[in-house]
């Protein structure tokens, strides 16, 4: 079992910046790849970026391609999302997940964090 525990959510202006944080509990945090993932009210959850166990693979939605970075701390067991150029659009509840192995850019994770509410405004 994995908790996820997400932190950085907040209200922003377009242009402005953000960096959301998960911190997870376990031992074996460099085993698991992470994933983050929005959801808009009335739509569907999306994939936004993830990141391979060792840090050293990255995927992002186009949508987010120039402006968002996934990387992690494995000594802090954190995973982090920098969140560059906020569009209205990007307004969401952000979550994080876990899954044993490989990246993928699906929703095929096995453990999810709560969530956080990011709002962008005009």
């Known amino acids: 079992q994995v908790q996820l525990v997400e932190s950085g959510g907040a209200s922003v202006q377009a242009g402005g910046s953000l960096r959301l944080s998960c911190a997870a509990s376990?031992?074996?945090?460099?085993?698991?790849?992470m994933g983050w993932f929005r959801q808009a009210p009335g739509k569907e959850r999306e994939f936004v970026a993830a990141n391979s166990g060792s840090g050293g693979r990255a995927y992002y939605a186009d949508s987010v391609k120039g402006r968002f970075t996934v990387s992690r701390d494995n000594a802090k067991n954190t995973v982090y999302l920098q969140m560059n150029s906020l569009k209205p659009e990007d307004t969401a509840v952000y979550h994080c997940?876990?899954?044993?192995?490989?990246?993928?850019?699906?929703?095929?994770?096995?453990?999810w964090g709560q969530g956080t509410q990011v709002t962008v405004s005009s």
């Open positions: 997940a876990a899954r044993r192995g490989g990246v993928v850019t699906t929703l095929e994770y096995d453990y």
């Open positions: 376990g031992r074996t945090f460099s085993l698991y790849a």
